[in-house]
């Protein structure tokens, strides 16, 4: 955790040296109900979906080269 920097003044005075964050202690779940909440995808959707677009895009030049290759041999 990173440590808060204190603020201090001309004088020497300094402000909020023994200033901590809260740490804010939540479980996976509580996670999970407030990414619905907020309507925000999982983690893995975006693997999923990019996955996904890269299967399309080799699919597309596999079919692309294939076309081009066609036209040299005949």
């Known amino acids: 955790m990173a440590r808060v920097i204190p603020y201090q003044t001309k004088t020497g005075l300094q402000?909020?040296?023994y200033?901590?964050?809260k740490i804010n202690h939540h479980n996976p779940d509580q996670?999970?109900?407030q990414k619905r909440m907020l309507n925000v995808k999982p983690d893995?959707?975006?693997h999923i979906d990019n996955f996904i677009?890269?299967?399309l895009l080799l699919a597309g030049g596999y079919a692309i080269l294939g076309l081009l290759?066609?036209?040299w041999y005949e």
Do not use: A, K, Q
């Open 15 to 17: 402000i909020g040296i």
């Open 19 to 21: 200033y901590e964050p």
């Open 31 to 33: 996670d999970w109900i």
């Open 44 to 46: 893995w959707t975006y």
């Open 53 to 55: 677009e890269y299967v």
């Open 69 to 71: 290759s066609r036209g």
